[in-house]
Protein backbone atom coordinates (compact mmCIF):
# COMPACT_ATOMS: atom_id res chain seq x y z
CA UNK A 1 0.00 0.00 0.00
CA UNK A 2 1.29 3.44 -0.56
CA UNK A 3 0.32 6.74 0.13
CA UNK A 4 -1.78 9.05 -2.16
CA UNK A 5 -2.18 12.54 -0.24
CA UNK A 6 0.63 14.73 -0.76
CA UNK A 7 0.75 19.12 -0.06
CA UNK A 8 -0.47 21.20 -3.33
CA UNK A 9 2.46 23.41 -4.25
CA UNK A 10 1.66 26.41 -3.13
CA UNK A 11 1.22 28.26 -6.55
CA UNK A 12 -1.54 26.04 -6.79
CA UNK A 13 -3.29 26.46 -3.68
CA UNK A 14 -2.73 30.25 -4.60
CA UNK A 15 -4.95 30.03 -7.42
CA UNK A 16 -7.69 27.62 -5.62
CA UNK A 17 -7.97 30.51 -2.98
CA UNK A 18 -7.88 33.10 -6.15
CA UNK A 19 -10.78 31.51 -6.86
CA UNK A 20 -13.00 32.92 -3.81
CA UNK A 21 -10.99 36.17 -3.33
CA UNK A 22 -10.57 37.39 -7.06
CA UNK A 23 -13.68 36.84 -9.22
CA UNK A 24 -13.49 40.17 -11.71
CA UNK A 25 -11.21 43.15 -12.00
CA UNK A 26 -13.25 45.16 -9.49
CA UNK A 27 -12.54 42.54 -6.56
CA UNK A 28 -8.60 43.42 -7.41
CA UNK A 29 -9.59 46.91 -7.15
CA UNK A 30 -11.40 46.45 -3.39
CA UNK A 31 -8.47 44.27 -2.26
CA UNK A 32 -5.92 47.03 -2.99
CA UNK A 33 -7.30 50.07 -1.97
CA UNK A 34 -8.56 48.55 1.41
CA UNK A 35 -4.93 48.12 1.73
CA UNK A 36 -4.09 51.35 0.97
CA UNK A 37 -6.61 52.70 3.38
CA UNK A 38 -5.39 50.22 6.12
CA UNK A 39 -1.51 51.29 5.30
CA UNK A 40 -2.93 55.07 6.47
CA UNK A 41 -2.88 56.39 2.98
CA UNK A 42 -4.00 59.84 2.99
CA UNK A 43 -4.10 60.02 -0.98
CA UNK A 44 -5.13 56.99 -2.82
CA UNK A 45 -5.01 56.44 -6.66
CA UNK A 46 -6.59 54.28 -8.81
CA UNK A 47 -5.91 53.64 -12.51
CA UNK A 48 -7.52 51.30 -14.89
CA UNK A 49 -7.10 50.23 -18.60
CA UNK A 50 -9.64 48.52 -20.46
CA UNK A 51 -11.73 47.99 -16.94
CA UNK A 52 -8.98 46.56 -15.55
CA UNK A 53 -8.09 43.57 -17.82
CA UNK A 54 -5.08 44.83 -18.90
CA UNK A 55 -3.78 47.35 -16.09
CA UNK A 56 -5.20 47.82 -12.35
CA UNK A 57 -2.61 50.38 -10.47
CA UNK A 58 -3.36 51.42 -6.55
CA UNK A 59 -0.98 53.49 -5.65
CA UNK A 60 -1.02 55.35 -2.27
CA UNK A 61 1.25 57.60 0.11
CA UNK A 62 0.64 55.22 2.96
CA UNK A 63 3.49 53.75 5.33
CA UNK A 64 4.66 51.36 3.14
CA UNK A 65 6.91 47.75 3.18
CA UNK A 66 10.29 46.79 4.75
CA UNK A 67 12.31 45.19 1.47
CA UNK A 68 11.52 41.52 4.07
CA UNK A 69 7.55 42.64 4.10
CA UNK A 70 7.77 43.49 0.20
CA UNK A 71 8.44 40.11 -0.14
CA UNK A 72 6.35 38.49 2.34
CA UNK A 73 3.25 40.28 1.51
CA UNK A 74 2.63 37.73 -1.51
CA UNK A 75 2.76 34.70 1.03
CA UNK A 76 -0.55 33.02 1.73
CA UNK A 77 -2.10 33.70 5.09
CA UNK A 78 0.85 36.57 5.37
CA UNK A 79 -0.84 39.49 7.05
CA UNK A 80 0.37 42.22 9.27
CA UNK A 81 -2.93 43.10 10.55
CA UNK A 82 -3.83 40.34 13.08
CA UNK A 83 -1.94 37.54 14.92
CA UNK A 84 -4.00 35.38 17.56
CA UNK A 85 -7.64 33.93 17.36
CA UNK A 86 -8.84 36.65 19.76
CA UNK A 87 -7.72 39.18 17.09
CA UNK A 88 -10.76 38.00 15.06
CA UNK A 89 -13.02 39.19 17.06
CA UNK A 90 -11.59 42.73 17.13
CA UNK A 91 -11.04 43.85 14.04
CA UNK A 92 -10.34 47.48 12.71
CA UNK A 93 -8.73 47.07 9.58
CA UNK A 94 -10.12 46.00 6.39
CA UNK A 95 -7.86 43.45 5.64
CA UNK A 96 -6.69 40.20 7.98
CA UNK A 97 -7.23 37.13 5.62
CA UNK A 98 -3.50 37.90 4.28
CA UNK A 99 -4.96 36.09 1.25
CA UNK A 100 -5.59 38.49 -1.03
CA UNK A 101 -1.62 39.56 -2.41
CA UNK A 102 -1.10 35.66 -2.87
CA UNK A 103 -4.44 35.26 -4.46
CA UNK A 104 -3.65 38.26 -7.12
CA UNK A 105 -0.65 37.03 -7.75
CA UNK A 106 -1.04 33.90 -8.71
CA UNK A 107 -3.54 34.77 -11.57
CA UNK A 108 -1.98 37.87 -12.71
CA UNK A 109 1.78 39.64 -13.38
CA UNK A 110 2.04 41.94 -10.74
CA UNK A 111 4.78 45.00 -10.19
CA UNK A 112 4.99 45.95 -6.97
CA UNK A 113 6.84 49.74 -5.69
CA UNK A 114 7.57 50.05 -1.66
CA UNK A 115 8.71 52.22 0.47
CA UNK A 116 8.72 53.24 4.29
CA UNK A 117 9.57 56.79 5.03
CA UNK A 118 13.01 55.62 7.33
CA UNK A 119 14.12 53.84 4.21
CA UNK A 120 16.43 55.27 1.64
CA UNK A 121 15.61 53.01 -1.21
CA UNK A 122 12.19 51.33 -1.71
CA UNK A 123 12.02 48.00 -3.13
CA UNK A 124 10.59 47.21 -6.56
CA UNK A 125 9.23 42.93 -6.88
CA UNK A 126 7.78 41.62 -10.16
CA UNK A 127 5.66 38.52 -9.47
CA UNK A 128 4.03 36.43 -12.14
CA UNK A 129 1.99 33.26 -11.45
CA UNK A 130 3.00 33.11 -8.07
CA UNK A 131 6.83 33.29 -9.22
CA UNK A 132 9.34 35.94 -8.01
CA UNK A 133 10.84 37.46 -11.39
CA UNK A 134 12.60 40.47 -9.83
CA UNK A 135 13.43 41.78 -6.65
CA UNK A 136 15.57 45.55 -6.66
CA UNK A 137 16.35 48.25 -4.48
CA UNK A 138 14.70 51.21 -6.18
CA UNK A 139 14.45 54.85 -5.44
CA UNK A 140 10.65 55.46 -4.78
CA UNK A 141 8.45 57.86 -2.79
CA UNK A 142 7.20 56.78 0.85
CA UNK A 143 4.24 54.68 -0.26
CA UNK A 144 2.88 51.89 -2.36
CA UNK A 145 2.40 51.35 -5.74
CA UNK A 146 0.88 48.25 -7.16
CA UNK A 147 0.24 47.02 -10.56
CA UNK A 148 -1.73 44.19 -11.74
CA UNK A 149 -1.36 42.99 -15.72
CA UNK A 150 -3.55 40.87 -17.64
CA UNK A 151 -5.15 39.38 -14.70
CA UNK A 152 -6.04 35.94 -15.44
CA UNK A 153 -4.02 35.91 -18.12
CA UNK A 154 -2.68 31.65 -17.43
CA UNK A 155 -6.60 31.04 -16.55
CA UNK A 156 -7.69 31.20 -20.28
CA UNK A 157 -11.15 29.67 -19.28
CA UNK A 158 -11.82 32.56 -16.39
CA UNK A 159 -10.25 34.99 -18.50
CA UNK A 160 -12.85 34.50 -21.39
CA UNK A 161 -15.28 34.47 -18.58
CA UNK A 162 -15.06 38.14 -17.86
CA UNK A 163 -18.07 40.49 -19.24
CA UNK A 164 -17.85 43.31 -21.80
CA UNK A 165 -15.36 46.64 -20.77
CA UNK A 166 -18.83 48.58 -19.30
CA UNK A 167 -20.09 45.70 -17.37
CA UNK A 168 -16.67 45.52 -15.55
CA UNK A 169 -16.32 48.87 -15.36
CA UNK A 170 -19.33 49.43 -13.56
CA UNK A 171 -18.18 46.83 -11.13
CA UNK A 172 -14.91 48.76 -10.44
CA UNK A 173 -17.21 51.95 -10.38
CA UNK A 174 -19.31 50.17 -7.42
CA UNK A 175 -15.88 49.60 -5.01
CA UNK A 176 -14.52 53.40 -5.96
CA UNK A 177 -17.35 54.70 -4.81
CA UNK A 178 -17.96 52.43 -1.71
CA UNK A 179 -14.31 53.19 -0.70
CA UNK A 180 -14.54 56.57 -1.18
CA UNK A 181 -18.24 56.81 0.48
CA UNK A 182 -16.13 55.39 3.56
CA UNK A 183 -13.26 57.90 3.82
CA UNK A 184 -14.30 61.26 2.86
CA UNK A 185 -10.93 62.06 4.92
CA UNK A 186 -8.58 60.45 2.51
CA UNK A 187 -8.24 62.13 -1.40
CA UNK A 188 -9.27 59.65 -4.20
CA UNK A 189 -8.85 59.71 -7.48
CA UNK A 190 -9.94 57.51 -10.67
CA UNK A 191 -7.96 57.30 -14.40
CA UNK A 192 -10.02 55.22 -16.71
CA UNK A 193 -8.15 54.78 -19.87
CA UNK A 194 -5.49 58.00 -19.39
CA UNK A 195 -8.94 60.08 -18.30
CA UNK A 196 -9.14 61.47 -14.71
CA UNK A 197 -13.08 60.40 -14.03
CA UNK A 198 -12.72 61.56 -10.59
CA UNK A 199 -11.02 63.53 -8.46
CA UNK A 200 -12.27 64.47 -4.94
CA UNK A 201 -10.57 65.96 -2.10
CA UNK A 202 -10.41 65.12 1.25
CA UNK A 203 -14.23 66.74 2.30
CA UNK A 204 -17.18 65.93 4.64
CA UNK A 205 -19.30 62.97 3.78
CA UNK A 206 -22.04 65.31 2.45
CA UNK A 207 -19.96 66.59 0.01
CA UNK A 208 -18.35 63.36 -0.84
CA UNK A 209 -21.88 62.12 -1.75
CA UNK A 210 -22.23 65.47 -3.58
CA UNK A 211 -19.44 65.16 -5.80
CA UNK A 212 -19.70 61.25 -6.35
CA UNK A 213 -23.51 61.33 -7.53
CA UNK A 214 -24.31 65.20 -8.87
CA UNK A 215 -25.19 68.36 -7.71
CA UNK A 216 -29.03 67.71 -7.31
CA UNK A 217 -27.98 65.63 -4.34
CA UNK A 218 -27.38 68.42 -2.18
CA UNK A 219 -30.96 69.33 -2.36
CA UNK A 220 -32.44 65.33 -1.39
CA UNK A 221 -30.37 64.82 1.79
CA UNK A 222 -31.27 64.31 5.44
CA UNK A 223 -28.90 63.86 7.95
CA UNK A 224 -29.29 61.07 10.28
CA UNK A 225 -27.86 60.39 13.36
CA UNK A 226 -28.44 58.25 16.58
CA UNK A 227 -26.41 56.93 19.27
CA UNK A 228 -27.42 53.89 21.56
CA UNK A 229 -25.61 51.92 23.30
CA UNK A 230 -25.40 49.49 21.16
CA UNK A 231 -24.88 50.83 18.08
CA UNK A 232 -24.36 54.48 16.50
CA UNK A 233 -25.85 55.59 13.68
CA UNK A 234 -24.54 58.59 11.18
CA UNK A 235 -25.33 58.97 7.65
CA UNK A 236 -27.74 60.52 4.89
CA UNK A 237 -31.09 59.78 3.67
CA UNK A 238 -32.67 60.37 0.82
CA UNK A 239 -36.14 62.61 0.75
CA UNK A 240 -38.86 60.73 -0.45
CA UNK A 241 -40.04 62.49 -3.63
CA UNK A 242 -36.38 61.42 -5.18
CA UNK A 243 -36.59 58.13 -4.49
CA UNK A 244 -36.04 56.09 -7.63
CA UNK A 245 -37.49 53.14 -9.49
CA UNK A 246 -33.89 51.46 -9.71
CA UNK A 247 -31.41 50.17 -6.68
CA UNK A 248 -27.77 50.63 -6.41
CA UNK A 249 -27.64 54.00 -4.46
CA UNK A 250 -28.28 52.41 -1.37
CA UNK A 251 -25.17 51.45 1.23
CA UNK A 252 -25.06 50.43 4.55
CA UNK A 253 -21.63 50.63 6.48
CA UNK A 254 -20.58 48.56 9.51
CA UNK A 255 -17.43 49.77 10.93
CA UNK A 256 -16.77 51.47 7.58
CA UNK A 257 -17.10 48.04 5.70
CA UNK A 258 -19.53 48.14 3.10
CA UNK A 259 -22.07 45.70 3.63
CA UNK A 260 -25.27 43.74 1.83
CA UNK A 261 -28.21 43.27 4.57
CA UNK A 262 -31.45 42.59 2.98
CA UNK A 263 -32.66 42.72 6.33
CA UNK A 264 -31.26 46.41 7.51
CA UNK A 265 -32.72 47.37 4.25
CA UNK A 266 -36.00 46.24 5.50
CA UNK A 267 -35.78 48.39 8.60
CA UNK A 268 -34.88 51.62 6.43
CA UNK A 269 -37.83 50.51 3.70
CA UNK A 270 -40.24 50.13 6.85
CA UNK A 271 -39.63 53.46 7.61
CA UNK A 272 -40.52 54.93 4.55
CA UNK A 273 -43.27 53.13 4.12
CA UNK A 274 -46.08 54.93 2.67
CA UNK A 275 -43.81 57.74 1.52
CA UNK A 276 -42.49 55.81 -1.09
CA UNK A 277 -44.17 54.36 -3.97
CA UNK A 278 -44.54 50.47 -4.16
CA UNK A 279 -41.08 49.28 -6.02
CA UNK A 280 -39.38 53.03 -5.62
CA UNK A 281 -35.85 53.06 -3.29
CA UNK A 282 -34.57 55.80 -1.39
CA UNK A 283 -31.11 57.68 -1.22
CA UNK A 284 -29.27 56.32 1.50
CA UNK A 285 -25.70 55.89 2.99
CA UNK A 286 -25.42 54.73 6.61
CA UNK A 287 -23.02 54.49 8.91
CA UNK A 288 -23.30 52.12 11.90
CA UNK A 289 -20.75 51.79 14.59
CA UNK A 290 -20.82 49.09 17.38
CA UNK A 291 -18.42 47.24 19.31
CA UNK A 292 -16.34 44.47 16.92
CA UNK A 293 -17.19 41.66 19.49
CA UNK A 294 -20.80 42.03 18.65
CA UNK A 295 -20.42 41.17 14.80
CA UNK A 296 -19.10 38.91 13.15
CA UNK A 297 -17.63 39.64 9.27
CA UNK A 298 -15.44 36.62 8.77
CA UNK A 299 -18.43 34.85 6.72
CA UNK A 300 -17.28 34.93 3.32
CA UNK A 301 -14.06 35.92 1.99
CA UNK A 302 -15.29 38.90 -0.12
CA UNK A 303 -16.67 40.14 3.74
CA UNK A 304 -19.80 41.96 2.37
CA UNK A 305 -22.05 40.18 4.61
CA UNK A 306 -22.08 40.75 7.96
CA UNK A 307 -23.98 38.94 11.43
CA UNK A 308 -24.80 40.53 14.57
CA UNK A 309 -25.58 39.09 17.62
CA UNK A 310 -28.43 40.84 18.27
CA UNK A 311 -30.35 41.82 14.96
CA UNK A 312 -33.46 42.78 16.28
CA UNK A 313 -32.31 46.20 18.29
CA UNK A 314 -30.32 46.95 14.90
CA UNK A 315 -33.47 46.73 12.99
CA UNK A 316 -35.56 48.62 15.63
CA UNK A 317 -32.67 51.24 16.47
CA UNK A 318 -32.48 52.08 12.27
CA UNK A 319 -35.49 52.08 11.61
CA UNK A 320 -36.72 54.30 14.36
CA UNK A 321 -33.58 56.70 13.54
CA UNK A 322 -34.95 56.91 9.98
CA UNK A 323 -38.26 57.57 11.21
CA UNK A 324 -36.99 60.63 13.27
CA UNK A 325 -34.64 61.91 10.57
CA UNK A 326 -37.85 61.72 8.35
CA UNK A 327 -40.21 63.68 10.88
CA UNK A 328 -37.82 66.18 11.74
CA UNK A 329 -37.54 67.53 8.06
CA UNK A 330 -41.10 67.42 7.77
CA UNK A 331 -40.87 64.76 5.21
CA UNK A 332 -43.90 62.62 7.11
CA UNK A 333 -46.99 64.26 7.02
CA UNK A 334 -47.86 64.58 10.66
CA UNK A 335 -51.61 64.01 11.34
CA UNK A 336 -51.56 64.37 14.84
CA UNK A 337 -50.10 67.62 15.72
CA UNK A 338 -53.13 69.43 14.56
CA UNK A 339 -54.17 70.96 18.43
P1 LIG B 1 -4.40 41.44 4.52
O1 LIG B 1 -4.82 42.79 4.02
O2 LIG B 1 -5.57 40.56 4.82
O3 LIG B 1 -3.41 41.51 5.64
P2 LIG B 1 -3.13 41.19 1.92
O4 LIG B 1 -2.73 39.99 1.13
O5 LIG B 1 -4.09 42.13 1.32
O6 LIG B 1 -3.66 40.67 3.33
O7 LIG B 1 -1.80 42.00 2.29
C1 LIG B 1 -0.77 41.34 3.01
C2 LIG B 1 0.06 42.33 3.81
O8 LIG B 1 0.81 43.16 2.93
C3 LIG B 1 -0.76 43.28 4.66
O9 LIG B 1 -1.08 42.71 5.93
C4 LIG B 1 0.18 44.48 4.78
O10 LIG B 1 1.11 44.29 5.85
C5 LIG B 1 0.96 44.46 3.47
N1 LIG B 1 0.41 45.44 2.50
C6 LIG B 1 -0.41 45.17 1.46
N2 LIG B 1 -0.74 46.29 0.78
C7 LIG B 1 -0.09 47.31 1.38
C8 LIG B 1 -0.01 48.73 1.16
N3 LIG B 1 -0.68 49.33 0.15
N4 LIG B 1 0.76 49.46 1.99
C9 LIG B 1 1.45 48.88 3.02
N5 LIG B 1 1.41 47.55 3.29
C10 LIG B 1 0.65 46.76 2.48
MG1 LIG C 1 -5.74 43.15 2.23
Do not use: W
Amino acid sequence: MHNLIKMLPDAIANQIAAGEVVQRPASVVKELMENSIDAGASSVQLIVKEAGKVNIQVIDDGKGMSPQDALMCFERHATSKISKAEDLFAIHTMGFRGEALASIASVAQVELKTKREEDELGSLLRMEASVLKANEQVAAPKGTSILVKNLFYNIPARRNFLKSNPVEMRHILDEFQRIALANPEIKFSLIQNEQETYALPVEKLGKRIVDLFGKTYREQLAACEENTNYVSIKGYVGRPEYAKKTRGEQFFFVNNRFIKSSYLHHAVMSAYERLVPEGSFPFYVLFLTLDPAHIDINVHPTKTEIKFDDERSIYAILQAAIRKTLSLNHLIPSLDFDA
